[in-house]
């Protein structure tokens, strides 16, 4: 089947198997490897990106799903100057992340958080990132970092 | 140079950071190489059983497929089985039982996630699809999963090499002491405790990437290792025969390990294997049902332990019986974690005179068994500080005067316990005091009756433990069975235009090499922190490493680095004296300049560094050009982190269910290169050990041996609204002997939280006459400690 959908604001369109999932898609055709794949279970939330604006996991979409769709992948999120999106730089200033393998997938999430919660408190941010699994950090500074995050892009 | 945000002792922001916040990350599975086609591992869905024919046919004959192989082709392609890189000693002086652990099953499989063949094809679908035309004739036999139940007569045996199921007995301690103390107490307090089975869960599955190269005769592997160089020297001479030198094992970005990515695993030596045969790289990636079967699980330890006291609460002697799992085969350091990593931290803080410590190692029908974040040391921990906290309240005393009562003195160091190991430096008193204000322990009666006013049971649980890190002194770890070296390699390099480039043998997968190495060498040479890189994984690129666990990266690796900066300031310092006019001995090196004493002749070390590969005016009949220096450091001893955790809990009598209200950490590293990340790994080491006093556990049906948490799903991981915010701190002596004073800080969290947490709860409720929960304190079995305490008091 075909698929025409815009990642990171470029048109794509190809030809895929029907059973492709949205995760397969951005790494394997588009060579997207910012997203990550770590269950078969749709638990871990390493492989969160933004479709049409809002967080999903994308190893829970079939890519025909987002067909028409705008999807925002980790590696649209910096400026085309090189400068970090709030969020990725509240990660970086707060220590948010260690190995950085659930990193893409917590801080899409965090965006998506922080738009649908202004203001978040720490119960709320732990309970919404409750969909993200962090091995490393003990989400200590995930936390501190949504809040930080949340800060630097209402002031901007 | 010292900068005030990058030099030794700062929080500097990391180097690593920026790639992996973009998406510019590298891990293994982000690598593809031109032609690569997929593997696929068909693994045994049953515990236990003999293989009477595997057939390949239908699956050769399916679309897309390269390769089918099975332990036949390995076979016969004389591949040996995977090595165990440690032997323990038996106690009657025989070494261990150590069957053959092929790398793909031969005869029989021995745990549910055993595999049985490879399939290789043009895509991963199609491998996986084949896979499962693959027809396996098996024999189900019985099978045995827990370790008690497979010493017992008439069970189903694993290996026919190592009847009982016994792989080894291993004591460590005076027996007869021990006897003696017991015989003088005044009270003995004992306790039957499980130490659970957990799965490592790094959030990047494993996976590898092979290839060959005809023209070279040269193979490279790309797969999430701990340690690539030990991987290459297991992989090329033991299993493959292949020369070490033509095979290149690269550790790219890694998604954390936890130990669990050290042991060289069977499906990287097939891949190696394999990508010759098919004359094509090969790509293989663990589905996370694979980690859960596959990857090296963590404990699974059955427990009795026996505490010795006088009147007065001091402690006259501990006994220590351990059965402990070993899985179906042994892993790379399996054998040292139960005995080596385990009993010789059974003297704790305390000055415990007499010691035994009995283990007996056991293969069962499931998963291997190593080291996991703490390895051995969590287990020893939850041993001592569970009797501690047990005998405090059996004796009617405070849980902090009991432990101070029995803590070394700041005083007796360095101290010989009578468990092997000599501590170095250690301030008890100084972690549980501060911990103690931290925690706001005065407060906490207050605490606990507000809580009761709401109808729930406030406890609050204490843990003073120690570990042994900076994994090790090579002849030390020799005399106890390693048959491996643990020094480390480190090189400095500085280029012609004075920038660096750190080479290490330790591996960073989430710790923060690239910035804490950074600091500690750009501070050293005064140079831009910014012009410091720092390179590691790479078997092609590092002269030789052992990699990182133990909590050995800085103690161990960054002293490798010092050796290494040690000689390229020596170097620098005769270039400097040959540049300056004077003697080498009038020449003061400090912060990147070196100074002809008592004058202002200077110059700098990027001037030195110019200098060295443009040797114009140069000593060149006494000194060779060129400023790249390597060293390799094995410490005398290990190093010995320390700490006092605090944890206070609250429990809903009528669900069961805990909530960690209050964490407070505070642990003795020795001096702190970078309080940032060190904090960090606190965090995430406490994470998984409130995970293992809450949450976790591998279940093993003990029937059929089918994995039941085989997803996340089933195991259930500490999620961000499982966890507290943490107070963490530092009160540091530092380690005195080696060359940054640093002890290590990755596992601390990990080894010190359960039995906080665990002895919180049954502080909590105590009123109610529960005396004893085994970890994971899940709601059910909270609550039905409850009510079988209720029901026994009823009666």
Redesign the interface.
């Given at each position: 089947m075909n698929v025409s959908l815009t990642v990171n604001g470029k048109a794509v369109s190809a030809e895929v198997e029907p059973?492709t999932l949205l995760v397969e898609f951005l790494?394997d055709e588009l060579g997207?490897?910012?997203?990550?794949?770590?269950?078969?279970?749709g638990?871990?939330g390493?492989c969160t990106v933004h479709l049409d604006g809002r967080a999903v996991k994308a190893c829970s979409v079939l890519v025909g799903q987002a067909d028409g769709a705008e999807v925002l992948?980790?590696?649209g999120?910096?400026g085309e100057d090189g400068s970090?999106h709030p969020m990725?730089a509240a990660?970086?200033?707060q220590?948010g992340?260690?190995?950085?393998?659930?990193?893409?997938g917590m801080?899409m999430a965090a965006i998506d958080l922080v738009r649908s919660y202004p203001g978040a408190s720490?119960?709320t941010?732990?309970?919404q990132?409750?969909g993200?699994?962090?091995?490393?950090?003990?989400?200590?500074?995930?936390?501190r970092a949504v809040r930080t995050g949340a800060a630097n892009m209402e002031a901007q | 140079m010292a900068t005030a945000e990058t030099g030794i002792g700062k929080a500097a922001k990391r180097k690593e950071d920026r790639r992996f916040l973009t998406g510019e990350g590298r891990y293994t599975d982000d690598i593809d190489l031109p032609g690569q086609v997929y593997a696929c591992f068909l693994r045994s869905p049953h515990a236990h059983a003999r293989i009477n024919r595997i057939d390949t046919g239908p699956a050769r004959e399916a679309p897309g497929v390269v390769a089918v192989y099975t332990g036949d082709d390995l076979a016969a392609d004389g591949v040996g089985g995977i090595p165990c890189g440690w032997q323990i000693t038996d106690v009657d002086g025989q070494p261990m039982k150590e069957p053959a652990h092929p790398a793909l099953a031969q005869g029989k499989v021995r745990y549910v996630g055993d595999q049985v063949a490879v399939v290789i094809a043009e895509s991963y679908h199609q491998a996986k699809d084949a896979a499962e035309r693959i027809d396996v004739d098996y024999d189900i036999l019985d099978a045995v999963v827990s370790p008690a139940e497979a010493l017992e007569e008439g069970r189903p045996q694993v290996h026919d090499e190592a009847p009982g199921n016994q792989c080894y007995v291993w004591e460590l301690g005076d027996g007869d002491a021990v006897d003696d103390a017991f015989n003088r107490a005044a009270h003995v307090t004992r306790l039957d405790l499980v130490n659970q089975r957990l799965a490592p869960n790094a959030i990047e599955p494993r996976a590898a990437v092979a290839s060959y190269s005809r023209g070279e005769d040269q193979y490279t592997l790309y797969t999430t290792s701990q340690n690539p160089h030990v991987t290459r020297l297991l992989m090329s001479a033991f299993v493959l025969n292949l020369p070490e030198h033509k095979v290149r094992v690269v550790a790219p970005d890694v998604g954390g390990g936890f130990g669990s990515k050290i042991f060289h695993y069977a499906e990287e030596a097939v891949l190696t294997w394999a990508s010759r045969k098919v004359g094509r790289p090969i790509k293989w990636t663990a589905e996370r049902v694979e980690s859960f079967m596959s990857d090296a699980h963590g404990r699974d330890h059955v427990t009795h332990a026996e505490l010795a006291m006088d009147d007065s609460g001091k402690f006259l002697g501990m006994r220590v019986n351990t059965k402990a799992n070993l899985g179906a085969y042994l892993s790379t350091f399996a054998p040292s974690v139960p005995t080596i990593l385990y009993g010789t931290l059974l003297a704790g803080q305390y000055t415990t005179p007499a010691i035994h410590c009995r283990v007996t190692g056991v293969f069962t029908n499931t998963a291997p068994v190593d080291a996991y974040r703490g390895a051995g040391r969590p287990e020893a921990t939850y041993v001592v500080e569970r009797l501690v906290s047990a005998a405090a309240r059996e004796m009617g005393m405070d849980q902090a005067e009991i432990r101070r009562r029995n803590f070394i003195p700041r005083d007796a160091f360095p101290y010989q316990t009578p468990v092997a190991l000599t501590y170095d430096v250690g301030d008890y008193d100084a972690t549980l005091t501060e911990a103690m204000r931290m925690a706001d322990v005065d407060g906490f009666e207050a605490r606990r009756k507000e809580a009761q006013a709401r109808g729930k049971y406030r406890g609050i649980g204490y843990s003073t433990y120690i570990e042994a890190c900076g994994l090790a002194p090579s002849n030390i770890a020799g005399a106890l069975g390693a048959r491996a070296g643990l020094f480390e390699a480190g090189e400095v390099r500085l280029h012609p235009t004075g920038k660096v480039t750190v080479f290490t043998g330790s591996h960073s997968h989430g710790q923060g090499h690239e910035t804490t190495f950074a600091q500690i060498v750009a501070s050293r040479l005064g140079v831009p922190y910014e012009d410091v890189d720092v390179v590691h994984g790479d078997t092609d690129r590092i002269a030789f490493g052992m990699g990182t666990y133990g909590s050995r990266s800085l103690a161990v690796g960054g002293s490798a680095i010092m050796k290494a900066l040690d000689k390229v300031i020596d170097k620098g310092r005769k270039i400097a004296a040959h540049m300056l006019e004077a003697a080498e001995q009038d020449i003061e090196y400090d912060d990147g300049t070196y100074r002809v004493a008592g004058t202002d002749k200077e110059i700098s070390m990027g001037e030195i560094a110019f200098s060295a590969y443009v040797p114009h005016n140069y000593p060149l009949e006494q000194l060779e050009p060129g400023l790249d220096e390597n060293a390799f450091y094995d410490p005398t001893n290990f190093t010995y982190p320390a700490g006092s955790h605090i944890c206070e809990v609250e429990v809903d009598p009528d669900t069961g269910k805990v909530e960690v209200v209050n964490f407070t950490a505070v642990d003795d590293f020795g001096n702190v290169i970078n309080p940032m990340i060190v904090e960090g790994q606190v965090h995430g080491g406490l994470a998984q050990g409130i995970g293992q006093a809450l949450l976790e556990q591998c279940i093993y049906d003990p029937d059929s041996g089918q994995l039941v948490t085989g997803t996340y799903m089933d195991y259930i991981m500490p999620r961000a609204d499982d966890l507290p915010s943490f107070r963490v701190g530092t009160q540091n002596t530092p380690c005195t002997h080696n060359p940054l004073g640093v002890k290590g800080c990755g596992e601390a969290g990990t080894i010190g939280s359960p039995p906080a947490v665990i002895d919180a709860i049954i502080d909590a409720l105590s009123p109610l006459g529960v005396r004893h929960l085994d970890m994971p304190a899940t709601p059910v079995r909270v609550w039905q400690a409850i009510q079988d305490a209720q029901g026994s008091r009823a009666a």
């Open positions: 059973r790494r997207l490897t910012g997203t990550h794949v770590g269950c078969d279970t638990q871990c390493a992948t980790i590696e999120l910096a970090l990725q990660f970086h200033e220590h992340l260690q190995c950085g393998f659930c990193t893409p801080v720490d119960t941010i732990r309970a990132l409750e993200n699994l962090c091995r490393c950090t003990g989400y200590e500074n995930i936390v | -």
